[in-house]
């Protein structure tokens, strides 16, 4: 539900100049007293709103939040229907998965500052500090096969890659299957989960959960991934926080495209994945996902991507394979 802070904020944020508290007042419905509870309330989170006689509002400058109204400014209301913005939550991809088995429909969107037990693959968990990262789960409703699905993950990759482009005008490689870095180090992650009718094996739902870091410093990192794992602002060491609003915004477009476009435009994304992907042509160990953690890692060579987003691989016995699943990971000479 958009509060009417929510409503204020973002008319503050898509509006040059000033805005009188009148003309927020007819355009929203509301009365003036609430607009000025609004604006007390929005100074109180860190708002810099100026007001002056006979002129109005004018924000300022404000801070890097995630809130429903600061994506407001950015996306429409209609879309915003069906996006949840939340300060805090265990996991953005268990909620959406219990709001779709509920019968969200396609779209639906959950994202919070924050998650306390937040996931990626393989059973591992995933730092979501508060007011840092994007942290994000996205609903499809396929009707295609459970066989091609596995596409969708790379797509997602692709989505992701295209919205850092566009926002921050920089271009994330991604290593496969589905991690997205800058000079070499993970900003990004992305775990999929599906849902199937076992009777008739048909899909039911797919949640692509994304966790982006943003606007980390080093501190947020634990210890042992601080040489692997980074954040957009520190590789692109901008001094300002990265408005993670237009990100998101950004992402949300990105998502809805391959919402609508898939499977049809697969040689679409299948050109963006290879023309990003890093791990083609480097050394590499590979385990099988089911027994990462005890499996003897067959090491060899990354020679391509094929037709099914599967990576080929020439091992050091002379055999190839191409893989669609497993742990890869690069080998650092």
Not at 172 to 193: A, F, H, M, R, Y
């Given at each position: ?224 991934i601080r040489d692997i794992a980074s954040s957009i602002r520190l590789e692109t060491n901008e001094e300002t926080p990265i408005h993670r609003a237009s990100l998101v915004a950004t992402l949300i477009d990105e998502l809805d495209k391959l919402c609508t476009s898939f499977p049809d435009a697969n040689d679409k994304y299948l050109e963006q994945y290879r023309e990003s992907c890093s791990t083609v042509g480097l050394d590499v160990s590979v385990v099988s996902a089911h027994n990462h953690t005890s499996e003897i890692p067959r090491l060899g060579t990354a020679i ?30």
């Open positions: 539900m958009i509060s009417t802070k929510d409503y204020v904020i973002s008319k503050l944020l898509s509006t040059d100049g000033y805005i009188s508290g009148e003309s927020l007042s007819l355009e929203l419905g509301i009365s003036r007293a609430a607009v000025n509870s609004a604006v007390k309330s929005l100074r109180n989170d860190g708002y810099d709103i100026e007001s002056v006689t006979n002129r109005g509002y004018h924000l300022n400058n404000h801070p890097d939040l995630l809130t429903t109204g600061e994506v407001l400014a950015l996306i429409s209301e209609n879309r915003m229907q069906t996006i949840n913005v939340l300060t805090e939550v265990d996991s953005t991809n268990k909620m959406l998965k219990d709001l779709a088995y509920n019968g969200a429909p396609e779209g639906t969107v959950v994202m919070s500052d924050f998650q306390t037990a937040g996931r990626g693959r393989l059973g591992r968990t995933f730092a979501s500090p508060k007011g840092k990262g994007i942290y994000i789960s996205y609903l499809l409703r396929p009707t295609t096969s459970p066989e091609i699905i596995s596409k969708i993950t790379c797509w997602s990759a692709v989505a992701v890659r295209n919205a850092i482009l566009r926002t921050c005008n920089i271009k994330p490689s991604i290593k496969w299957v589905n991690d997205l870095q800058i000079n070499g180090k993970k900003i990004c992650g992305i775990l999929t989960e599906m849902n199937i009718e076992s009777e008739i094996g048909t899909i039911n739902s797919v949640v692509i959960g994304i966790g982006i870091n943003v606007n980390n410093d080093l501190i947020d990192f634990p210890e042992e391509g991507i094929g037709d099914d987003f599967s990576l080929q691989v020439i091992f050091e016995d002379g055999h190839s394979e191409c893989l669609s699943s497993g742990e890869v990971s690069v080998i650092r000479r």
